[in-house]
């Protein structure tokens, strides 16, 4: 999936050689290499290098923190790229170093975890800096070039396999045995190497937990309880694996009614794929208990990856009260609010968007279904 044009590349080339290192986050597998180094074959006037990070030589080389000896390294170059730069200690003080030394060479940066990259460097590089992200494949870039017969052709195994580069596209079972190896391999190595996490049992028992919940309203009290540890440890273990990209989470909407959830929380994947093979369930959707909570997540990501793409910075949340009426999710932007219900199958029209106009008149509830998901994905 080389050849599909990522939508933050062109965003990218934009603030190139504006003095500011650019970093581009993003999950590990995503595309995060492919895309640098594809930057690195466009600019051969600039001598463009790239440099792996989790390579001991250069990372040793950058940790020296002397900007002479760093740029004798490198060699005469315009175009730095430095990949999985959340390797290199106190990296955060070697571009600000770099930069302000040498602002003539544009530094681009990646890192697979948040958590690590973003913490060094943004004490260190404000004002000199420019932040990008990297999801997996999304709607918008499949349909970019291949228009939205493709996607709706792939939309039962995009629901089942995800997104991720090296899954899609690819047989039934190339891509089963590709996410596998994926998720064992790599979902837990950030989690695990940056946040300083040894139980790897625990985080794999807790992602699985959250793998079954998705849609519903998760209890940091009643995980910790299932996985007997203390509440502490499942919220800093859940903060870790959004840090890395492996989750996003929604708080709950609340402004108007006493019986609207003030503190409610509900956690998706990035990836749907990811989600099915924690708890290997990969039925095809007309066969599955679960369509609903599936379609839910899988079109939430995908919302919300559009609207980082595109640049829409935008409020997200779900609204449900005490009596369990519900709106899936609210987009909050210009003090106005915007609901969107979402269904697998259109069963009429459910009860809470009237309690939900009846609490915020003047207001907009989308019912989204499999017949008209693309209506408002990209909008």
């Known amino acids: 999936m080389n050849n599909i044009l990522r939508i933050v590349e062109s965003q990218i080339k934009e603030k190139l050689f504006h003095g500011r290192v650019i970093i581009l986050f993003g999950a590990r597998r995503t595309g995060k290499t492919t895309l640098v180094k594809r930057l690195v074959e466009q600019y051969p006037e600039k001598n ?126 190339e891509a089963r045995g590709r996410l596998d190896q994926l998720v064992s391999g790599y979902l837990y190595k950030d ?4 946040a300083g996490i040894k139980n790897s049992g625990l985080i794999k028992d807790l992602l699985q937990l959250l793998s079954r919940q998705v849609g519903s309203e998760v209890s940091y009290n009643e995980l910790a309880g299932i996985l007997g540890v203390d509440r502490l440890t499942v919220k800093k273990y859940i903060d870790v694996l959004e840090q890395n990209f492996v989750i996003f989470t929604l708080h709950s909407y609340s402004r108007n009614l006493r019986s609207e959830i003030r503190k409610g929380i509900k956690i998706y994947f990035w990836d749907i794929g990811v989600r099915n093979s924690l708890i290997q369930a990969f039925s095809p959707m007309e066969l599955r208990v ?79 279904d499999r017949k008209n998901y693309w209506e408002w994905l990209m909008s």
Request: proline share 3%.
């Open 191 to 194: 989690v695990l190497m940056y």
């Open 48 to 173: 463009a290098k790239y440099f792996q990070c989790e390579l001991l030589a250069n990372k040793e080389v950058l940790e020296t923190q002397d900007p002479e000896k760093i740029i004798k390294y490198w060699g005469e170059t315009n175009l730095v790229v430095l990949d999985e730069a959340q390797n290199v200690g106190r990296i955060g003080e070697v571009l600000k170093l770099l930069v302000d030394i040498h602002p003539e060479i544009q530094i681009v940066a990646t890192g697979s975890s948040s958590f690590e990259l973003a913490h060094k460097t943004k004490e260190s590089m404000v004002g000199r800096v420019e932040e990008f992200m990297l999801y997996p494949l999304a709607v918008s870039e499949i349909t970019d070039k291949a228009g939205w017969g493709e996607a709706e052709r792939s939309l039962s195994s995009w629901l089942q396999y995800g997104s991720y580069p090296e899954v899609w596209g690819e047989s039934t079972r």
């Open 290 to 368: 679960d369509n609903g909570a599936v379609w839910e997540n899988w079109w939430i990501a995908e919302r919300l990856k559009y609207l980082k793409y595109t640049q829409q910075y935008r409020n997200n949340y779900f609204w449900r009260t005490t009596d369990q009426h519900e709106i899936d999710y609210i987009e909050e932007h210009e003090n106005k609010i915007e609901g969107f219900e979402i269904k697998w199958r259109k069963d009429g029209k459910p009860k809470s968007l009237k309690d939900f106009n009846s609490a915020y008149p003047n207001t907009q509830v989308n019912i989204v």
